[in-house]
């Protein structure tokens, strides 16, 4: 029997390591919190972490990072979630502190590849995966591999522009998707109608996040479910648009605002349905993410055993 991979998930909060089967079961998972203290101390936690899980295997360790990236030249350029990062060589970093060949992959990427290995995207060839969280970010697998474009930046679903007129986006331009349809976007449109006087029972004055919201539109708040129509329509319209441009079978939403269910996924297949062509339209199934936090160990996993691209099932 094949070994296990050892993969790592680099995050702005937490760093998570583990061990995964080649059947894709991750048997051992060990975390700490993501130092602030720059990228000497973000490697040296990785190292510490990945020798928590016992003798490395032989072969490559995958680690996902907050992208852009080049997984060509193992460079991060300037993660959002790590401030201070710029143009770190973090695969050379950690290469010398294990002793072992290392693949990065951006975090999208391998969420992407780990839902359509074992998750809700398992069986397809053609897969478009989105998350909706913080940011909004994305894969795609393109008849059963990953696509990660000329520079390894393909995938940034989040940068789309669907409003001219909208709001600025956390990248600094105006109108792109994760400027209206993130979790903080989605809070931060609540909070603007509120103090134009509509009720709510949001109104406390305090700061708020998408996921008091998902719950306040549970409880029957009329702000709050027009707050996830919203970002659900500007949602579906993307995937509208990638339903037309690269026909997938399955779009994969994941992230912590697909957990707000039905007040996101109703308009964003409304919207995607009204605004796409009929056959790409029957041909795609758009599903809620499986794996949670697995899915970027899986699919670091996954990359690393494949030696940096992906094929097959």
Not at 37 to 61: F, N, S, T
Request: charged share 25%; net charge positive.
């Amino acid at each position: 029997m094949a070994d296990s991979a050892v993969a790592v998930d680099l995050g702005g909060t937490w760093i998570r390591a583990g061990r995964v089967s080649p059947e894709g079961e991750v048997t051992q998972t060990v975390r700490a919190p993501t130092p602030q203290a720059g990228p000497e101390a973000v490697a040296d936690a990785i190292a510490e972490l990945v020798r928590r899980l016992g003798p490395l295997p032989p072969g490559r360790l995958g680690v996902a990072v907050p992208g852009p990236l080049s997984v060509r030249e193992g460079v991060v350029f300037e993660p959002p979630n790590l401030q201070g990062w710029r143009e770190v060589p973090l695969r050379g970093m950690l290469e010398k502190r294990l002793g072992r060949p290392v693949v990065l992959e951006n975090d999208a990427n391998a969420a992407a590849v780990g839902e359509w290995w074992r998750g809700a995207g398992r069986g397809s060839r053609h897969l478009v995966y989105v998350t909706v969280s913080t940011g909004v970010g994305g894969g795609l697998v393109l008849d059963g591999r990953l696509y990660r474009g000329a520079t390894d930046t393909a995938g940034e679903i989040g940068h789309v522009l669907v409003d001219p007129a909208g709001p600025v986006c956390s990248c600094g331009r105006r109108g792109h998707l994760e400027g209206i349809a993130s979790g903080p976007a989605i809070a931060r449109w609540v909070l603007e109608r509120i103090r134009e006087g509509r009720p709510s029972v949001l109104a406390t004055g305090r700061p708020l996040s998408a996921r008091e919201v998902a719950e306040a539109a549970e409880a029957g708040d009329g702000l709050a479910r027009e707050a996830f129509e919203r970002a659900g329509r500007y949602l579906g319209w993307a995937v509208a648009g990638l339903l037309n441009l690269l026909n997938p079978e399955v779009v994969v939403i994941g992230g912590g605002v697909a957990r707000a269910g039905r007040w996101l996924f109703d308009p964003l297949r409304e919207a995607a349905r009204e605004a796409s062509f009929d056959r790409p339209w029957r041909a795609a199934r758009i599903v809620p993410a499986a794996l949670g936090d697995r899915a970027g160990l899986l699919g670091a996993a996954y990359v690393a055993r494949k030696e940096g691209g992906i094929s097959g099932g």
